[in-house]
């Protein structure tokens, strides 16, 4: 079983960065995917950025150019540097693995955008 642990959240006033880190442990055979949700309150799950194993990135509009999505394939970790926060990215972002046909998720890390 995988199971992906998140670090690297915190309080950050609006313009800043943070950088939230993701390592996956457990039975890991092949990862095709990494990536990271957020989960705002009162609102539903939503992908924030997402890597595959060959390097494809995808980004959720509102953090285009703004956010950067990484991984290290060989220790199983996926990167998310956040760059130009807004208040509205306050959330509780997740970790999310997929390794063979199983998705699995961190227990989150809260991330609040305030001055």
Do not use: H
């Not at 880190?21 to 939503?46: D, H, L, T």
């Not at 060989?74 to 540097?81: D, I, P, Y």
């Amino acid at each position: 079983q995988v199971q992906p642990v998140e670090s690297g959240g915190g309080l950050v006033q609006p313009g800043g960065s943070l950088r939230l880190s993701c390592a996956a442990s457990g039975s890991i055979f092949s990862v095709n995917a990494m990536g990271w949700y957020r989960q705002a309150p009162g609102k539903q799950r939503e992908l924030v950025a997402a890597i595959t194993s060959g390097g494809r990135t995808n980004y959720a509009d509102s953090v285009k150019g703004r956010f950067t999505i990484s991984r290290d394939s060989a220790k199983n970790t996926v990167s998310l540097q956040m760059n130009s926060l807004k208040p509205e990215d306050t959330a509780v972002y997740y970790c999310n693995v997929v390794a063979g046909i199983k998705a699995s998720w961190g227990q989150g890390t809260q991330v609040t955008v305030s001055s």
